[in-house]
């Protein structure tokens, strides 16, 4: 059964500090994995997707990173902003016609 | 475009009612999801579906029911709740058998089971 990890819970950092979010999966053979931000009381939204054949991708202030050997990845965040403050969700996905598997999230509070 | 909608976005019940929670996507995405999100526990997977007509057991799916009657809508029903089912629940929606392209979930819907 696939488990996926999210350390730390929850982090507190200053404003503009670069930071790294991780998330671990026990299942290397992946299909692909999923980053997702979800703010209090709202749903979640996607913030980028690597494919099994990926090693990392970017859009903006993110990157993210796959390290399918060491059933790694990571969400690094530059010149981190107060409206960076959410929590981030790892997911990941064994097949295509199997479901997104969740970690529990990095709660992230960022303090002008 | 919508994405993927769900309703209701609240709702209180008694212990007991019976109750049926709506998810519909424009996509034209041929799986769809439920989950339901408690603090502590992350998201876990309710029921799933790969197409029209077919579901599928996640990993909590005692005391609910799907079904997938039209491609765009799944619907996830609760025959009689229990205050085990307050949480927030979450459809969401994705590709068949592409790599390249994730989920899209809703906006969610709270229920409180009292």
């Known amino acids: 059964k696939q488990e996926v990890t999210q350390i730390p819970a929850a982090l507190s950092v200053p404003e503009g500090e670069n930071l790294v979010l991780n998330c671990s999966f026990t299942?290397?053979?992946?299909?692909?994995l999923q980053w997702f931000r979800q703010d209090p009381g709202k749903g979640l939204t996607s913030l980028l997707l690597i494919q099994s054949s990926q090693r990392e991708q970017t859009s903006g202030r993110l990157n993210a990173s796959l390290d399918k050997s060491s059933g790694r990845s990571t969400l690094y965040i530059a010149a981190s902003q107060p409206g960076d403050s959410a929590t981030y969700l790892c997911?990941?996905?064994?097949?295509?016609?199997?479901?997104?598997?969740f970690g529990k999230g990095t709660r992230l509070s960022v303090i002008a | 475009n919508a994405g993927v909608t769900q309703t209701p976005k609240f709702r209180v019940l008694k212990t007991g009612q019976s109750m049926t929670l709506l998810c519909a996507q424009d996509m034209n995405h041929e799986y769809m999801y439920w989950y339901r999100q408690d603090p502590g526990m992350g998201l876990r997977l309710i029921h799933y579906s790969v197409g029209e007509g077919t579901t599928a057991k996640g990993e909590v799916p005692d005391g609910y029911n799907v079904s997938r009657l039209k491609k765009q809508n799944f619907l996830l029903g609760l025959e009689s709740a229990a205050p085990s089912q307050t949480s927030v629940y979450f459809c969401?929606?994705?590709?068949?058998?592409?790599?390249?392209?994730?989920?899209?979930f809703g906006s969610g819907t709270r229920l409180t089971v009292v």
């Open positions: 997911a990941v996905r064994l097949s295509g016609n199997t479901p997104l598997v």
């Open positions: 969401a929606s994705s590709y068949a058998g592409s790599s390249i392209y994730g989920y899209t």
């Open positions: 299942d290397s053979a992946i299909y692909n």
